[in-house]
């Protein structure tokens, strides 16, 4: 398993101003994914944090916006630039898990950070 | 078209009540994934099926390969249950989520 650290778990933001997301995990993990979850929506992938290299981006999503880190196996950080109201989200980072001999990985959420711009 | 699809979208029980959760896929996967949102967002896995059937305590899971279907079950339902149930897909190297079942279940 993997108990993952997400931090802030909420806050407040102003128009125009970047925050920072946290995501601490237990153990060295090859896979590490970032999400956005709108009111009412399902998870949207932003991008794939890889280590040592920049980061895989989805359709709509650019790292002007998202710059993302991955300094290590255990760390990586989303920021959120520049932010505007259609920005206020849960924002969640997840690791994929691989036990032994198995074929398919396990999923592993963070607790999100509930992001509010106003 | 979503590539998957859950139903109902919003569920309210009576305490004790048997319930029933479904999931519907329209790719081909590697595993499936039952996940609980709790109201201040963070996510916890529930089950990985990749065939049959699987139980933790009150919850049952079960998946149909050729159907391209799954079910989550809750028996004698209690309010602490209350939140949103998300299916998950993988399918290569993509996760596709499903949009969630919100759950209440009433004392």
């Known amino acids: 398993s993997a108990v993952i650290s997400q931090k802030p778990s909420r806050d407040i933001c102003q128009r125009g101003t970047s925050l920072t997301i946290q995501c601490q995990v237990d153990?060295?993990?090859?896979?590490m994914f970032w999400y956005r979850q709108q009111p009412g929506q399902s998870l949207t992938l932003i991008a794939t944090?890889?280590?040592?290299?920049?980061?895989?981006?989805e359709s709509g999503f650019v790292i002007d916006k998202f710059p993302i880190s991955r300094p290590n196996l255990t760390f990586s950080t989303l920021t959120v630039s520049n932010m505007s109201p259609e920005d206020s989200s849960i924002y969640l980072c997840?690791?994929?898990?691989?036990?032994?001999?198995?074929?398919?990985?396990?999923?592993?959420f963070g607790e999100g950070s509930r992001l509010t711009v106003l | 078209k979503n590539e998957v699809e859950q139903s109902p979208q919003n569920l309210t029980a009576q305490e004790g009540e048997f319930i029933t959760i479904n999931c519907s896929y329209s790719?081909?996967?590697?595993?499936l994934h039952w996940l609980q949102q709790h109201p201040g967002g963070g996510i916890v896995s529930l089950f990985m099926?990749?065939?049959g059937k699987k139980k933790h305590g009150r919850l049952i899971a079960t998946i149909n390969i050729q159907e391209k279907h799954s079910s989550l079950h809750i028996t004698a339902s209690h309010p602490r249950d209350s939140a949103v149930y998300i299916c998950?897909?993988?399918?290569?190297?993509?996760?596709?989520f499903g949009t969630g079942t919100s759950l209440t279940v009433i004392p």
């Open positions: 997840s690791v994929v898990v691989w036990r032994p001999g198995s074929v398919t990985g396990e999923l592993f």
């Open positions: 153990s060295q993990v090859t896979m």
């Open positions: 944090a890889n280590q040592g290299s920049e980061a895989t981006y």
């Open positions: 790719v081909g996967i590697s595993a």
């Open positions: 099926l990749s065939s």
């Open positions: 998950a897909v993988r399918s290569g190297n993509q996760f596709y």
